[in-house]
């Protein structure tokens, strides 16, 4: 079993910054993606950003050179940058991470408890 804890949300003005960060342990023998997602109030979760073991990621057009995502592999961490935050990025927002478990072998895709972010305008 692979458990995420996610630390950093909280409450900040617009055009402020936070970081969050996630760090997965359990039965780990690869992550091959770790990534961030957030799920407003009556909408949807979607993706925000995804980083991959190689170090490739995506963005959701939104946040887009605001939001920098970054993982320290050895220590199975992720962490996601947050600068000039907006009303609109308040949610809560969830780590993912997908990989190969041991002890058995096997696929996981574990998600976080989910940590509040709250944008004051």
């Known amino acids: 079993q692979v458990q995420l804890v996610e630390s950093g949300g909280g409450l900040v003005q617009a055009g402020g910054s936070l970081r969050l960060s996630c760090a997965a342990s359990?039965?780990?023998?690869?992550?091959?993606?770790m990534g961030w997602y957030r799920q407003a109030p009556g909408k949807q979760r979607e993706l925000v950003a995804r980083i991959t073991s190689s170090g490739s990621t995506n963005y959701v057009d939104s946040v887009k050179g605001r939001f920098t995502i970054s993982r320290d592999n050895a220590k199975n961490t992720v962490h996601l940058q947050m600068n000039t935050l907006t009303p609109e990025d308040t949610a809560v927002y969830y780590c993912?991470?997908?990989?190969?478990?041991?002890?058995?072998?096997?696929?996981?895709?574990?998600w976080g408890q989910g940590t509040q972010v709250t944008v004051s305008s």
């Open positions: 993912n991470a997908q990989g190969r478990a041991s002890m058995p072998l096997r696929n996981f895709d574990s």
């Open positions: 359990g039965s780990i023998f690869s992550i091959n993606s």
